[in-house]
């Protein structure tokens, strides 16, 4: 694979094919900052406790007990989905050191999820096969086997699954079909699965059950809402250097694309509520996924589709309270340090 020099990378788009290793002077400096504030977002599993969370179990009805234990199994199968994704397709096609930079975090990030809902299956499903079964959700659980086969259809991340796998960005439709693996990682997992089933979560909280999962799902949160803005700025930049390929064609694609999603979350959704229990139904968290779908539209660029509003009021607060105020509440216990300054135009 060619590595680009210098000279070269000024004549050079963020998806163009190679390997850029310059970081002086710095191209991206915004995917740089991205990567400084998510060293700060640090955080331990170890940090969770789920004590607590035992006792509420045992409170749990049979259908709120039946939720939980899909959460967890979507929960760990969902990171590992979006993990490969990072290492088989976003790392490869985005060819800049600094959303590498970003990307090799993110990774970490990925890893330090999945230890959680690790940690989350052998707490809540003491049954071993219980656990196994749930480790297995998407050949075991059919509502869950959609959603992956939604990502592996509009992904590909996986030989043999969905899209033809792309080795090169040497074309527009190589670009295009890139631009919707993207778009369905940062808008449908990121953004609409993984914001579905956070609202399972904070309903539970809201009437003051299961406080370690919360916690732990607090900055879980806030980590993907970190790695979806960081997909959309990719998606900026790309439509700022190319736009000729975000067309009527590729707008019709993402909604399509968003369409089956909200479909996909929502069958899920009838799995987790079965005839519906206090204040968590079908039909509240059809209103919910149409609103989030709607703001991913608009953040992209493209009109909405629904007009529905956000039933749920716990949801509002949760964006509030957990991504703007989370550095005043724990800076000591919580937040790693950065220190230093760089200056983007510096040379080596």
Avoid at 188 to 205: K, S, T
């Amino acid at each position: 694979m060619p590595v680009m020099t210098t000279t070269d990378s000024a004549q050079k788009n963020l998806l163009d094919p190679g390997f850029e290793l310059t970081l002086r002077p710095m191209r991206y400096p915004d995917f740089y900052e991205r990567y400084r504030d998510a060293i700060k977002n640090t955080w331990t599993v170890e940090e969770v406790d789920l004590h607590s969370d035992v006792a509420d179990l045992a409170k749990l009805s049979p259908g709120e007990q039946h939720m939980i234990g899909r959460l967890v199994a979507f929960f760990a199968t969902g990171d590992s989905i979006v993990s490969n994704n990072l290492v088989l397709t976003l790392y490869k096609h985005i060819n800049s050191p600094e959303a590498r930079l970003y990307l090799s975090r993110q990774l970490f990030e990925e890893a330090v999820h999945v230890q959680f809902y690790l940690t989350l299956l052998d707490t809540y499903l003491p049954d071993p096969a219980d656990r196994a079964a749930a480790f297995d959700a998407v050949e075991e659980i059919p509502s869950i086997r959609e959603k992956a086969q939604f990502c592996f259809k509009w992904m590909a991340v996986f030989d043999g699954e969905g899209a033809e796998k792309i080795d090169r960005l040497e074309s527009k439709a190589d670009r295009r079909r890139f631009l919707l693996n993207l778009i369905c990682f940062a808008a449908c997992i990121e953004g609409l699965f993984f914001y579905g089933a956070f609202a399972y979560v904070y309903w539970f909280r809201s009437r003051g059950l299961l406080h370690g999962l919360a916690t732990g799902t607090n900055w879980v949160f806030r980590d993907e809402t970190m790695h979806m803005n960081f997909a959309f700025e990719v998606v900026d930049t790309v439509r700022k250097e190319e736009p000729e390929l975000f067309d009527a064609e590729l707008e019709q694609q993402v909604t399509d694309m968003l369409k089956e999603a909200v479909a996909a979350e929502l069958q899920f959704g009838r799995d987790l509520c079965g005839e519906g229990l206090p204040g968590m139904n079908t039909e509240s968290m059809r209103e919910y996924l149409e609103c989030v779908a709607d703001q991913r539209l608009q953040r992209l660029g493209f009109p909405p589709v629904y007009g529905s509003s956000n039933p749920f009021s716990f949801m509002e607060l949760q964006g509030v309270q957990e991504l703007t105020n989370f550095f005043e509440r724990r800076p000591s216990a919580y937040q790693v340090a950065v220190e230093g300054t760089v200056g983007f135009d510096d040379d080596f």
